[in-house]
């Protein structure tokens, strides 16, 4: 991974320069890294690429994965510890079907080199700087991850964009390096099996789902894809006997589900929707997102009086202001359309 942190002379010049300025000298060493990274990113554009450090310094552009390693290179000139947390913002899923890539990204925190643990204290988070340049009001914290699965997210954002560019080989080289990193990662074990489907080694693709079921470290989104590969490939009652223990999973993030029922939703599956958004509002009833996704499902269905009944729990749920205008337009439609 030497090379994805390796600075140009040039770069690792300028960042010198500044950290050792002697006017800079009374700010703290992992403030200075935090300027200095505010500094050089003031023209910072956001594309979908995720560049070395090096590269996304040269382009002054990348995605917050290549920020993370931009920020991680400066903290290693400067020997500060650098904690990783990952982030959950609105899921984006692949067109065809395949759960690809989720919209999720790393955002660093830069830690304070003076902070110690107070005794007998349960340390969840260290004192620091947090840098995450592409937040959203949809961010949700998702935990805290170390640098073996932040290596690994590396790995799989560039086999992702090997996919989409239908370099199958390359991505399985990547895939089988993020693997390294994080042996039971369903999202690699997920694109492993997409990318042997559409090499067409049906096959093997089906190996890796039945692998991936029985060891990854969460089966919802595997159980997920793998019943849509079975759909596909005409074999309907496996492929339910796979919704139906997906429908039993005891999987404790209603997140999850809530990505589940889009999934479920957008295949036209309204009454499955309906589970996963329901398993989502059952964990989680104060988040707007389940109750959103119920009421869409219950439109779907002719369910007027549920959908009504869940638009209006996601507007009394809905923490931002643009979220509640937007239910409340929604609701409003459904009442003319009821009345028409």
């Known amino acids: 991974m030497g090379e994805v942190f390796a600075l140009t002379d040039e770069q690792q010049r300028d960042f010198q320069r500044y950290f050792h300025a002697e006017r800079n000298q009374e700010t703290p060493p992992h403030k200075r890294v935090s300027d200095y990274l505010e500094l050089i990113t003031t023209d910072f554009s956001y594309r979908g690429e995720t560049y ?3 590269e996304a310094l040269q382009q002054s552009a990348g995605n917050c994965l290549a920020i993370a390693i931009v920020t991680t290179a ?3 000139l400067a020997d500060i510890e650098v904690d990783y947390e990952l982030i959950d913002s609105a899921p984006i899923f692949e067109s065809h079907g395949n759960h690809v890539r989720r919209n ?26 947090m840098v995450d340049y592409f937040a959203s ?46 042996p039971a990662s369903p999202d690699a074990l997920n694109m492993l099996a997409i990318v042997f489907d559409r090499a067409g080694d049906k096959t093997k693709s089906e190996e890796i789902y039945k692998y991936g079921i029985a060891h990854a470290t969460q089966q919802l989104s595997l159980l997920r894809n793998y019943s849509i590969f079975l759909k596909r490939e005409g074999r309907t009652a496996e492929a339910e006997e796979i ?10 993030n209603p997140f999850d589900w809530v990505d589940a029922g889009h999934q479920a939703f957008g295949d036209g599956e309204y009454y499955r929707a309906v589970d996963m958004f329901a398993k989502s509002v059952q964990l989680a009833p104060y988040l707007h997102e389940g109750h959103f996704g119920l009421a869409k499902a219950y439109f779907r269905l002719g369910e007027m009086r549920r959908a009504e009944h869940a638009l209006e729990q996601a507007i009394s749920n809905a923490t931002h202001t643009m979220d509640r205008d937007r239910y409340e337009l929604k609701l409003a439609a459904l009442n003319d359309y009821k009345g028409s």
């Open 74 to 76: 400066l903290a290693n």
């Open 52 to 54: 070395t450090a090096s």
């Open 243 to 252: 919704k139906a223990k997906l429908a039993k999973l005891d999987n404790p």
């Open 104 to 129: 999720l990204h790393v955002r660093s925190l830069l830690v304070d080199p003076t902070w110690e643990p107070a005794e007998n204290f349960l340390i969840l988070k260290r004192r620091g700087i």
């Open 137 to 182: 009001k949809y961010d949700r914290f998702r935990g805290n991850i170390d640098e073996s699965e932040y290596f690994a997210m590396y790995y799989r954002n560039i086999a992702a964009d090997a996919i989409e560019d239908k370099e199958f080989a390359k991505a399985y080289w990547l895939l089988r390096e993020s693997l390294e990193w994080s």
